[in-house]
């Protein structure tokens, strides 16, 4: 069974970095097309960057405004995705979900995943 669990969510102040992590166990991360999103309270949870699964290229995929401050990454030795998170502004704060994709290539719908970790919050103070 394949399981997702993140880590590295906290509080940090506008401008600052944060990196967070997605373990992947029961599974082979390089297979999976991998994403991360974003849920803020009554908000609908959005698309924030993914990345396809390694023999298809690796390439990635942002929101317009994440692009440049954001960064997704894999360590496939480690089975473990990263988001790093810089220049962090009041609007990025949510909890921050990683998704894993049978099917390797991106897609940006969270209907289009199908392992969801339990999420980990990011906020950011102003």
């Known amino acids: 069974q394949v399981q997702l669990v993140e880590s590295g969510g906290g509080l940090v102040q506008a401008g600052g970095s944060l990196r967070i992590s997605c373990v992947v166990s029961?599974?082979?991360?390089?297979?999976?097309?991998m994403g991360w999103f974003r849920q803020a309270p009554g908000k609908e949870r959005e698309f924030v960057a993914a990345?396809?699964?390694?023999?298809?290229?690796?390439?990635?995929q942002y929101l317009d405004s994440v692009k440049g401050r954001f960064s997704i990454s894999r360590d496939n030795a480690k089975n473990t995705m990263y988001l790093q998170m810089n220049s962090l502004k009041p609007e990025d704060t949510a909890v921050y979900f990683c998704?894993?994709?049978?099917?390797?290539?991106?897609?940006?719908?969270?209907?289009?995943?199908?392992?969801w970790g339990q999420g980990t919050q990011v906020t950011v103070s102003s």
């Open positions: 998704a894993a994709r049978r099917i390797g290539i991106i897609r940006v719908g969270p209907n289009e995943f199908n392992y």
């Open positions: 029961g599974g082979t991360v390089s297979s999976y097309a």
């Open positions: 990345i396809d699964r390694s023999w298809s290229g690796g390439s990635t």
